[in-house]
């Protein structure tokens, strides 16, 4: 009688789930890191929701962990195995791999039930500039970039403009890092660039909160699908471990984080994709995540072979 009363107060214990449905080798801590995005300072709170149902399910402390204004410190990071879990650019998670970090791809943003794993880079000009109606005429003008490290934001672009034999080394007037995609949207409307690039979801996002009027900007230039924002669990966790994370993200849509009740208030949207309570996991139009693998992003790496982009490799 002992020893079956221990058994359950075993089972019992810790945090209150049981220990038959804890994976073996679930570490005490997760650690989750994602990539540096639009309004960094608000990431943990975005991503809280999704950090509460990873506590719960995997019955474990996480962790989120924010490491830098740049995709540089996130992929160092995980080199060094300082992160458990990544939610990360897709060519982030090419450059880390490339770099030896050991982690796999399992999942990918979707904005809605069904949708696909892939998003498209947009070139943007202001309306008003007549002399820029596609990205053959970014040639001997300041152009608006993201980041050296971000899909959307410059390797695709770059590759695009290469198509055309435009070097953005050498044949723009000056290539400008904006740091965000946000940033760059404002840096083409104010004039500070002639035209430039964003993810296909920015300019929309930023007209509908009046960060731009309606109509002052248009789109010249969309790039072929990309591979979606994705995430990357370390291999050194055990299979079992790696399983169970990623179907906490698998399962967990935005409105089911809604009704587990972890959203913040403020995060909430009473209409979401399938008409009911949601909050966007990410703070944006991320409904959840589909399951996806290493291989959907060959097609980056083929990129980073024909543009030879210093961040590929660096």
Not at 28 to 55: C, N
Not at 175 to 187: E, K, P, R, T
Not at 224 to 251: M, T, Y
């Amino acid at each position: 009688m002992l020893a079956a009363l221990a058994l359950v107060l075993a089972a019992c214990s810790g945090n209150g789930q049981s220990s038959t449905t804890a994976p073996s080798g679930m570490p005490d801590v997760i650690r989750f890191g994602v990539t540096p995005a639009d309004d960094s300072a608000g990431q943990e709170e975005r991503f809280g929701a999704m950090v509460k149902a990873l506590e719960e399910d995997l019955g474990t402390e996480v962790e989120f962990i924010t490491t830098g204004g740049t995709y540089g410190g996130l992929i160092e990071a995980l080199i060094a195995g300082r992160l458990e879990i990544s939610v990360m650019s897709p060519f982030a998670y090419v450059i880390a791999t490339g770099k030896g970090a050991d982690i796999e791809a399992r999942a990918a943003y979707i904005t809605a039930p069904g949708a696909p794993t892939t998003y498209q880079s947009y070139g943007l000009a202001r309306v008003d500039r007549n002399d820029i109606t596609g990205i053959e005429d970014y040639a001997g003008k300041r152009i608006c970039f993201v980041d050296p490290g971000s899909a959307s934001g410059y390797l695709i672009p770059a590759a695009g403009l290469l198509a055309l034999d435009i070097d953005p080394d050498e044949d723009l007037a000056e290539a400008i890092f904006a740091g965000g995609h946000d940033n760059s949207v404002l840096a083409i409307a104010d004039g500070t660039c002639d035209a430039g690039f964003a993810v296909d979801t920015q300019l929309e996002r930023m007209e509908e909160t009046g960060d731009v009027d309606p109509g002052e900007l248009h789109v010249v230039w969309e790039s072929d699908p990309i591979p979606g924002v994705v995430l990357a669990i370390q291999k050194s966790l055990p299979e079992e471990v790696r399983d169970a994370i990623a179907d906490v993200f698998l399962s967990n849509t935005g409105a089911d984080l809604y009704e587990r009740g972890f959203c913040s208030p403020e995060w909430v949207e009473e209409d979401g994709p399938t008409g009911s309570p949601w909050c966007p996991i990410a703070g944006t139009s991320t409904w959840g995540f589909a399951e996806v693998d290493d291989s959907l992003y060959d097609s980056l790496r083929e990129v980073c072979r024909l543009t030879e982009a210093p961040a590929c490799t660096e």
